[in-house]
């Protein structure tokens, strides 16, 4: 809100009122001329008074609107700094002090608000002007301006445009209360609060275009206001000039005045003002724009313009300059540094308008200059936080795939060779667990130092999550771009992590793939590269798996990833559904029904999906978990919806992913589930198979234990096929063993299978466990087993998988004939 009023002092009455005054001077005696010559001179001494009164009013309230701008400006872009550093950190003094500093522009729309009411509420426009920040004495002139002039013209303009910042000052305070109500939650949502960040530097920008908008509908104003002051101007000097042997003292002596007081206020004014001759000359200068540069007044003034700007910006206003002299336009607004006395750059936004005197004389510019420096700084600043991590000072994920987009685009149109690595540190999560979340801090840090050291200069590094990092390896070959990535790795293994006496070897997992011009798109490229790590990790860790065209065992896992994508819409549009398989004794008379609950699929279409396609991708990908919690949910509930089925039941054999037992959560999920549903534990089975089991050995025997003591059962499935069955065999709770399919199938004509068969069941007798046999699929077998004393039997040759639903419901549990097919049991 910068502006400046240029004026002369004077009135102008019409030519008819003229031609009165004069007849009737010609009718009457002299005195009378003299009594109406004083007449008029006391009309234009009231209203020269009243004019001069306005226009210093006017100035005053202008100078006013242009500090208020300034404070207005200045809390506008801190609130948003400070809203910026809450979305990145969630400190709640970040969000106090963009609340603070929200407040100036909050209290200023209000103040116009109670100025647009009718009738208008003076108190609360008053009150609301001095919480904006705006001086005390200034606030009458300001009302007075906004009351009579808002609805002129051009001072209209520049009032829509304030208006027009409303939204976005308001929205500003949205930001903030989501924000706050998002760091409150349990979880707070990164994607949500980088979407907040993302629209608050656009708000951010339309208000500083709605504040270069506010300032130039202002100075047309004050262009404006000074073409009508200085017509007024020569219609008073037009009069005063016919009655100057009268009036001639008196006008002299209201010009001073006026002169006066605009010196005063043009020294008084809180921002820097100069005016400025055609060739540069610096004619004048206040005491806000000496006090800025830390320059003497007679210093500026034997300056030229030129001297006062750095050099490296003397051509950032040359063309606007130009256009400027030439009459195209009559003001502009840019940004640039000056010099400061001790010759330390200083930021100003400026603000060039032309001014023409009237009479002839020589035009010259009014220059309102303005301090950006932190505003600038700030600015600077936002742009960093959006584009680097905090913690390492690397770029984000957000750079990162900019940058990663434009080698693309060179590689499809240049047809240069760039390549793609993606990092994961191994075995961080230990070191944040045994050391603390700080340890971790500056181990990331150290590892950023040996990257840095390694790679050139020209590679573009970023921190793309907790323990991820990304490298861009531009003009370099795979084969190139691999040597460099297997130095990397090396120099990272042969450093060293200390903390406290704590001494960590430091390794990690690469994947590099090649940025070529036939890749769809930079998602694309970082999916690749993200399973080329995952691929070094299954390999062994602290290696480089490179990617190159065609890669099948890429492609394969791309495929499982798709598969996990499936699986995941599935669970959430209920696509899962159960089948079961009977489990009976090889023993005739014995009661009570046992049963394998098997999970399977049905894709978009309906489609059953075998369960060998989407079970391996939730073992690969972490998926399984998720499925437990749905089967253990679902069989739960419909065993308590069907009591008298629950009643006459034997056991329900539910399967568990050893990825369960990761989760510290899950075994109090299982209790809960019980309680909930109110199934008696004895009627429930849980089958782990040995390699889960022995791969978390303390979770498997601790689960078992505590569910155990609400009499549930355990099978450890698969028997046999593991490397440690026997030895580990003792120290599972387990009440049944399941033999493995891969020996019964074929036990009746390969003597190998039938002796692991004998064997396994032998080894579960004497240790009292019940043994069950799978892929029972033709009579041959079954009575094979039946001659060893397998105490249960289930396959294909006994019972195929049928509707769980329905076998709750009372349906057809019987069995088809033996088949000889190939059996792939669908659980997880």
Known sequence: MHYIFQHSCGTRPGEQHVKQQTALGKQTPYRLKILGLVTGLIALVILAAGFTLATVQIQAAASAYIAGQSVWSRAQVASVHYLYRYAEEGQPDALASARVWLDIPLADREARLAMEARPIDRDLARQALIRGQNHPDDVGRMIWLFRYFSDFAYFRSAMEVWRDSDQYILELQGIANTMEAEWASFEPNREQLDELSERLAQVNDELGLLAMQFRLAMTDASRWMTRILSVVSVGFLFIIALLVWLLGWGLVRALRGSEHRFRAIFEQAAVGMAQVARDGRILDVNHALCKVLDYPKPGLLALRYRDLVHPEDWDVARKKAARIVAGEVDNYTLEQRLLKAEGTPLWVRLT?????????????????????????????????????????????????????????????????????????????????????????????????????????????????????????????????????????????????????????????????????????????????????????????????????????????????????????????????????????????????????????????????????????????????????????????????????????????????????????????????????????????????????????????????????????????????????????????????????????????????????????????????????????????????????????????????????????????????????????????
């Open 352 to 828: 060039v308008s032309t001014v023409t005197p009237p009479g002839g004389a020589e035009p010259y510019y009014i220059v309102i200059l303005e301090d950006v420096s932190e505003s600038r700084r700030l600015s600077v600043e936002l742009n960093y936080q959006a584009s680097h991590d905090a913690l390492t000072g690397l770029y984000n994920r957000w750079a990162f795939e900019r940058r990663l987009s434009d080698a693309l685009q060179r590689a499809r149109t240049e047809g240069t060779q760039h390549a793609l690595c993606f990092i994961d540190l191994d075995q961080f999560k230990l070191i944040n667990d045994t050391s603390g979340h700080f340890a971790g801090d500056h181990m990331l840090r150290q590892v950023v130092e040996v990257f840095r050291q390694t790679l050139g200069e020209h590679d573009m590094l970023a921190r793309l999550g907790g323990d991820e990092f990304g490298v861009i390896l531009e003009n370099r070959d795979l084969d190139t771009a691999a040597a460099i990535a297997e130095q990397v790795r090396q120099n990272l293994s042969e450093s060293e992590f200390v903390w406290q006496e704590r001494r960590y070897t430091l390794n990690c997992s690469m994947g590099l793939v090649p940025i070529l011009p036939t890749t769809p798109d930079s998602e694309g490229l970082l999916r690749a590269a993200d399973i080329a790590c995952f691929l070094a990790k299954e390999q062994g860790r602290n290696r480089i798996y490179v990617s190159r065209e065609n890669d099948e065992q890429l492609a394969e896992h791309r495929g499982q990833m798709e598969w996990l994508t499936h699986l995941r819409e599935a669970l959430q549009e209920n696509r899962l559904f159960l089948e079961a398989q009977l489990i009976t004794p090889s023993v005739p008379g014995k009661s009570g029904l046992r049963y394998e609950v098997l999970v399977r699929l049905r894709n978009a279409q309906g489609e059953v999906v075998p369960p060998g396609m989407f079970l391996p991708a939730a073992e690969r990908f972490g998926a399984a978990p998720a499925i437990d919690r749905w089967v253990i949910e679902e069989v739960f509930s419909q065993l308590a919806a069907h009591p008298a089925h629950l009643k006459g039941l034997d056991a329900c054999h539910v399967n568990l992913s050893g990825r369960s037992f990761d989760q510290p959560d899950f075994q109090a999920f299982v209790l809960d589930a019980l309680d909930r549903h109110q199934v008696p534990g004895n009627k429930i089975c849980f089958e782990i198979t040995e390699t889960a089991a022995v791969n978390n050995l303390v979770g498997a025997i601790t689960f078992m234990e505590t569910l155990g003591q609400r009499g549930c059962s355990f099978a450890l499935d698969d028997f046999g096929t593991g490397l440690s069955s026997f030895s580990y065999l003792r120290r599972f709770p387990v009440d049944f063993l399941k033999i493995d399919g891969v020996f019964v199938r074929d036990m009746a004509t390969d003597e190998t299978d039938l002796a692991m068969v004998r064997a396994i069941n032998d080894i579960g007798q004497t240790l009292n466990k019940i043994t069950i046999a799978e892929f029972v699929e033709d009579e041959t077998i079954l009575e094979l087993l039946c001659e060893m004393g397998v105490d249960y039997l289930q396959g294909f040759g006994i019972h195929r998988p049928s509707s769980f639903i329905e076998l709750l419901e009372g349906g057809p549990a019987t069995g088809t004939q033996p088949s000889t097919n190939a059996y792939v049991k669908g659980r997880h």
